[in-house]
């Protein structure tokens, strides 16, 4: 097997993932948005937001159905929107999606899906919807879960080669609008199919022997060209963060100054990112002298025989507050204790 062929089927199980990661349920997600919904978001058609993005998970005044994992999200924004276009009618369309994966995601599990169509019935009616957008977005709602769990059992099937992964494409995409009907699965998933779609495209040309490279680019550049314009200059600002980060590893891994780091990121990201960037090192770098600072006292305590267990627990508690003066800060601490069997 050439090199070409070994690269492409060893990157079958990345293309399925992006086809069906979010079939079965997850942690909800807290981190900031992806590049490319960020991206994304900015081509989608005008509409009238009506919705929790930007808001409290739960408002002070409104006491909706508790679901299993809200405190986990207390304190951040709800994912996604519930849009309205200029006529007053429902945005059929990814912000819809990520809005309804998002209470979804703070169930735990489908025994408590009567609890989480009650939650949303709340959340719609706070939000002070038209009732008839509010029950289109319930039967939306009814809809999806459906799809969710005809498709959890196609996610477990396993996939070898290229033609394996475009058959389970397909089959994803007659499930959806079987459930889903062909508006609201064309607005949840559409593009997401097609940039799947021209990824496997990509990968029959790879793979395919009988080409010469000059063939194979010309193919390729051919391809390009049903993606879409932000979709391309993603692609290329990926491959550019990707480089960049490799070559600043490089730099530093050399012995070169933070003077070098800079100008490099300068020319490949420009003035405002390289800021961002220098802030993050900065960022970076107290974090760790402080968690370096936080161990070696750590260490002191746990090693020091003439504690009790209880007062070395307590001294341990009061380093924490010390050095770390957040409250995330202590959680994440107490994460990577937990994690690396640290606790004494």
Do not use: C
Request: aromatic share 6%.
């Amino acid at each position: 097997m050439n090199q070409k062929r070994f690269a492409v089927l060893a990157g079958l199980p990345l293309i399925f993932g992006a086809v069906g990661w979010w079939l079965m349920p997850g942690p909800v997600k807290t981190g900031p948005e992806p590049v490319s919904s960020v991206v994304e978001q900015g081509h989608q058609q005008p509409a009238v937001t009506s919705g929790s993005s930007g808001s409290a998970l739960v408002p002070d005044n409104v006491n909706h159905p508790a679901l299993p994992r809200d405190e986990r999200v207390s304190d951040i924004e709800v994912g996604g929107q519930v849009r309205l276009d200029m006529n007053g009618n429902l945005v059929l369309d990814r912000q819809l999606r990520r809005y309804l994966d998002f209470f979804i995601g703070l169930t735990g599990g489908a025994s408590y899906y009567e609890t989480l169509k009650a939650r949303l019935a709340s959340e719609l009616k706070a939000q002070d919807l038209p009732p008839e957008i509010q029950r289109q977005v319930l039967a939306i709602l009814d809809d999806y879960l459906s799809y969710r769990k005809a498709a959890e059992a196609m996610a477990s099937n396993e996939h070898h080669s290229v033609d394996d992964v475009r058959q389970a494409l397909g089959q994803i995409h007659d499930l959806r609008r079987e459930h889903l009907g062909p508006d609201v699965a064309e607005g949840f998933f559409g593009e997401e199919e097609r940039r799947l779609q021209v990824m496997l495209d990509r990968q029959k040309i790879l793979n395919d022997e009988s080409l010469t490279d000059s063939e194979r680019d010309r193919a390729l550049a051919q391809l390009d060209q049903l993606l879409p314009e932000y979709s391309v200059e993603l692609r290329r600002r990926s491959r550019t963060v990707v480089e960049t980060a490799m070559q600043v590893q490089q730099l530093r891994e050399q012995g070169a100054s933070e003077a070098e780091v800079r100008e490099l990121r300068l020319q490949a990201y420009g003035a405002e990112a390289t800021e961002r960037l220098a802030k993050l090192d900065q960022q970076r770098n107290q974090w760790q002298n402080r968690l370096g600072e936080y161990r070696q006292q750590k260490a002191l305590i746990d090693n020091n025989e003439g504690l009790a267990p209880a007062d070395r627990q307590a001294a341990v508690e009061a380093l924490r507050e010390r050095i770390f003066t957040e409250e995330h800060e202590r959680r994440r601490i107490r994460a990577l204790e937990r994690t690396a069997g640290m606790d004494s």
